[in-house]
């Protein structure tokens, strides 16, 4: 299977800050990667993928980039009601895989 | 609206089976295929696997080779995961999701969730 490593593996941040998180493949997955918000209790969103198309609806502070091995999520102004737990996916395996997740909290 | 309706929660002895259903409405069922993914309480997602309601198609994650089962009825646009011989960490939410059928395969839209407490 391929492995999907996140860094960190939980962050705090402010209203307002600029925040980045990492996705690393252990193996080449060209551009099949999706990003994933997920709050307590509810289903994950969708918030981007092939590594980098914004899913209809979702605010333009989320961005993604990377290709190959290495992939970004940043979320440019953070707000209120982005604090909660990311998570990546690959789906360039027909053995779809999920990075363990990154939990955004509040500083 | 696409919407994906999933059955309720579930309480079973170890060793026993349990079938969850995902009723999907307000899209073409046979366009895509249906995601199942785990999470057991307080921790990560966890694929469990993929069916294309197209053609029936299947793919497992190899450590539930054997004991997952997913179909699907395009009669009433349901899909079914079925897991068997059921252990204590078994206990999770469990999500069905709708997949591209070809493409980036991403899952657009996800099921409410259904708790299967696995407890003797």
């Known amino acids: 299977d391929i492995q999907m490593t996140q860094s960190p593996s939980s962050l705090s941040a402010s209203v307002g800050d600029r925040v980045t998180i990492t996705c690393r493949a252990s193996?080449?997955?060209?551009?099949?990667l999706n990003w994933y918000q997920q709050k307590p209790g509810k289903a994950p969103k969708l918030l981007i993928y092939?590594?980098?198309s914004l899913q209809s609806g979702v605010p333009s502070r989320f961005s993604g980039s990377g290709s190959g091995t290495d992939f970004t999520l940043t979320i440019s102004s953070l707000q209120p009601e982005d604090f909660a737990t990311y998570y990546c996916q690959q789906s360039y395996s027909t053995l779809v895989t999920f990075g363990q997740g990154t939990r955004l909290e509040i500083k | 609206q696409v919407q994906l309706v999933q059955s309720g929660a579930e309480v079973k002895k170890p060793g026993a089976s349990v079938k969850v259903s995902c009723k999907a409405s307000g899209y073409t069922f046979t366009s895509y295929g249906i995601s199942w993914v785990r999470q057991a309480p307080g921790q990560g997602l966890e694929w469990m696997g993929w069916i294309s309601a197209y053609n029936g198609n299947t793919n497992y994650a190899q450590k539930l080779q054997g004991r997952v089962t997913m179909t699907t009825d395009t009669s009433t646009s349901t899909a079914y995961m079925e897991l068997r011989s059921l252990r204590s960490d078994d206990t999770a939410v469990y999500y069905c999701?709708?997949?591209?059928?070809?493409?980036?395969?991403?899952?657009?839209?996800w099921g409410q969730g259904t708790l299967v407490t696995v407890s003797s």
């Open positions: 193996q080449s997955i060209s551009s099949y």
């Open positions: 092939a590594a980098s």
């Open positions: 999701a709708r997949d591209e059928l070809d493409g980036y395969k991403e899952s657009d839209y």
